[in-house]
């Protein structure tokens, strides 16, 4: 119903989130609203990205790095901006920190990517992590917010959306965002975040009639100390 894609997917682990941002891309395409499509998430799942887009959705992402550069450029010549040449990517975030795969990256995108789309995964690794009103950004903060404003639309991912400091979190949800959401201004009530924000838990899918999932027990051991005889 939204005019643009400007979610956050704040569902608990386990509970499908790369799921549902495909299923939101997929809708997307159908669309004709995503002709440009950048993932970017840590690197120890970019592949795993790319498996269940092939595998789920029959998409094919091109993952961003060092050997695919080098490949584009002995197959169409060393200047070609490998950013140009497909239309989805993967890319990790320590990747997405450094200027020589940011800067081209930008240079493709321009101003404004029209039917653009970006998939943050982990998001809330682009929040400040102080409580700080003005908090020092960091690098993948800045790459977050100055690539951000190019894609028409933006999904942010994260099962722990909230790092306990308001600030923080206004400032994550600013670069989602930015008409509703003012960084240095608290989020107050749960209506201003119903418009963007996503969130189920277990407990919520298991009120449905849901038991997939194993619950979580806490119980409490004493440990006693005897002397010569150590830990029983």
């Known amino acids: 119903e939204l005019p643009r894609a400007n979610l956050f997917i704040a569902d608990d682990v386990g509970l499908g989130k790369t799921i549902e941002a495909g299923l939101v891309l997929q809708e ?3 669309r004709q609203q995503a002709d440009f499509v950048l993932i970017a998430c840590p690197a120890s799942i970019c592949l795993q990205w ?3 887009m092939q595998r789920r959705f029959g998409l094919r992402f091109e993952v961003m790095t060092r050997q695919f550069v080098s490949y584009r450029r002995q197959e169409r010549g060393f200047g070609v901006n ?18 020589e795969y940011r800067d081209p990256l930008i240079a493709h995108l321009g101003p404004r990517a029209r039917k653009g789309l970006l998939i943050l995964d982990e998001a809330h690794v682009a929040a400040p992590a102080t409580r700080s009103k003005y908090a020092v950004d960091s690098d993948i903060t ?9 894609f028409d639309n933006r999904l942010f991912l994260s099962a722990t959306p909230h790092n306990g400091h308001s600030n923080s979190f206004s400032a994550l949800l600013e670069i989602l965002d930015p008409v509703r959401f003012t960084r240095g201004v608290p989020v107050s009530g749960k209506e201003a975040l119903a418009p963007i924000m ?5 407990r919520d899918l298991r ?12 119980v409490q051991h004493r440990l006693e100390y005897v002397s010569n005889e150590g830990w029983e």
């Open 82 to 99: 490998p950013w140009a040449t497909h239309n989805r990517f993967i890319i990790s975030h320590s990747l997405l920190r450094r200027p």
């Open 28 to 30: 997307l395409l159908l």
């Open 142 to 150: 800045r790459a977050i917010r100055d690539l951000a404003p190019r």
């Open 207 to 218: 009120q449905l009639g849901v038991e997939n999932f194993p619950r979580r027990l806490l």
């Open 50 to 52: 790319k498996a269940e």
């Open 198 to 202: 996503v969130r189920r838990l277990k």
